[in-house]
């Protein structure tokens, strides 16, 4: 690691996200998609993003490294602002921020070799010497445990542990600092979702990354993570460090969410919170809590403003107007 990076790490957060939005024009309105959401990340800390599908999380990532434009707020990259840049910039953008994708197969271009998906970053940030792209490859294939007789294998003939590596290393091969994942084992199987959580755990210790995890996997989210911030219709309703959200969740959705987790003691009878109720449309919602009409606690108020996402406890952010009352809280 270079002595620019170890300079940074010292001085954190490595990203600031204010306020920032990200609508869909549908023929009925506007999906409120990302909205209104703010918080930052320490450098090489891990960020876990949960919540329902649809609820925005996966496009939050992608806003945030410019794979989608957002429609307001900030984004802040040590620092600087990035939250509109021109082509020039956001290739330079690009060798520090990079994202590792969902899908392992439809990421990866059928046509290309294992060698030749590895190397195309490469090739686009402008390296052209063939004997450094294949130095760099074949070490970020040993970095991911990829070995070097699959180098013409095509993803079609590789088993999706592998395609998923083949993700990873072109996502590290031009040594970025900052990484989105998307859900990167959701679509492995449970044995093989181990392997690739060690290693993604092991990389980040030895380069010092900083990771966004994205997921709806709670059990993974609550090994690899940090911080955890819970995300409903578009919008933060709770944040905490990882241990302390498991421990004290308190919003109603988190509460919810996390008495799904299932348990490996068997004699250990878990109450499950069953969510009734309709879900709020995300195309132009009303004024009001978007949990409210599924809120067992709900009110009035609930249902007419708003609330604000704010400490609650040292470092434990809530959106919620009753969560003091809920929670026993003076």
Partial sequence: MDETRENRIENTPILEVKNLKKYFSVPAGLVHAVDDISFSIDAGRTLGVVGESGCGKSTLGRVLIHLLESNAGQILFFGRDITHVDRQEL??????MQMIFQDPYSSLNPRMSLYESIAEPLRIMGHDNSGQIQEKVYRIMDTVGLARRLVNSYPHELDGGRRQRIGIARALVIEPEFVVCDEPV??????????????????????????????HDLSVVKYISNDILVMYLGQMVEKAPAKELFRHRLHPYTKALLSAVPLPDIRHKKRRIALKGELTSPIDPPPGCRFASRCPYAREICHSKTPVCEEVLPDHFAACHLVREINGLS
Avoid: W
Avoid at 91 to 96: E, I, N, P, Q, V
Avoid at 186 to 215: G, H, P
């Fill in 91 to 96: 290739t330079t953008l690009r060798k520090k």
């Fill in 186 to 215: 959701s679509a492995l199987d449970v044995s093989i979702q181990a392997q690739i959580l060690n290693l993604m755990s092991d990389i980040q210790e030895e380069r010092k990354l900083t990771y966004i995890f994205v997921t």
